[in-house]
């Protein structure tokens, strides 16, 4: 079964404006890894935060996560047209990793 | 490094027949799945090895679908018989080992089911 859930579904804005989509989960975790897909291709992995961590940063990507709330969130900068992609959140429990439906991100130029 | 190779990229069969999906690790990395990706939606984990050893398959329909990973390297999926509904994406990947690692997926090998 699925473990996270990302909000919204889809998402499209303009080059330069910021992207944030947002994860949900259901039970504990070790840590919550971000993935990006363009079409066609193979998920790549973009960031890891582990469940005592609260934000990290990586370039023009800013995680948090909220183990209280059991979410997290992902924050895309000056979003390029190249950052036109699906973005899916994973969660470890069990050493199981798990995937949600995704957001999928249009960035127009 | 070499990256997680799949075959074939692309598979169509008919209802009721058989197919096969190949996939082969990045070196050194003890931990392999393989995910069924339907249009649309997240992908879905099928099975988990660990060396050579299944970790977890409670998602695997059993009935039909079966998995191995023979001297812990290479690993070799297969459907029989197929249905409509397992037309999708079948990605495999791998990390080096279990518990706070990144996946490394392939390309992929998109099966459709006439």
């Known amino acids: 079964s699925q473990q996270g859930e990302e909000d919204p579904q889809a998402l499209s804005i303009q080059e330069g404006e910021n992207a944030t989509m947002n994860c949900s989960y259901k039970?504990?975790?070790?840590?919550l890894q971000w993935y990006r897909q363009n079409s066609g291709r193979g998920l790549v992995h973009l960031i890891l935060?582990?469940?005592?961590?609260r934000e990290k940063h990586s370039g023009r990507l800013r995680v948090t996560l909220d183990t209280s709330k059991k979410s997290s969130s992902l924050l895309i900068t000056a979003s390029r047209a190249a950052d036109t992609a699906s973005y899916f959140c994973?969660?470890?429990?069990?050493?199981?990793?798990?995937f949600g439906a995704g957001t999928r991100l249009t960035v127009k130029p | 490094e070499a990256g997680v190779a799949q075959s074939p990229r692309y598979k169509i069969i008919e209802k009721r027949q058989s197919v096969a999906f190949w996939c082969n690790p990045i070196?050194?990395?003890?931990?392999l799945y393989w995910y069924q990706q339907i249009l649309g939606q997240g992908p879905k984990l099928l099975i988990q090895?660990?060396?050579?050893?299944?970790?977890?398959d409670s998602q695997l329909p059993k009935d039909r679908f079966s998995a191995e990973r023979l001297k812990g390297v290479d690993s070799t999926l297969k459907i029989q018989p197929a249905k409509l509904e397992d037309s999708a994406v079948y990605l495999c990947?791998?990390?080096?080992?279990?518990?706070?690692?990144?996946?490394?997926f392939g390309a992929g090998s998109r099966l459709t089911v006439l």
């Open positions: 935060i582990r469940s005592n961590e």
């Open positions: 039970t504990s975790i070790n840590n």
């Open positions: 090895f660990q060396n050579n050893g299944v970790v977890d």
């Open positions: 990947a791998s990390s080096f080992s279990r518990g706070a690692n990144v996946l490394t």
């Open positions: 994973a969660t470890d429990a069990d050493n199981d990793m798990r």
């Open positions: 070196s050194g990395h003890a931990t």
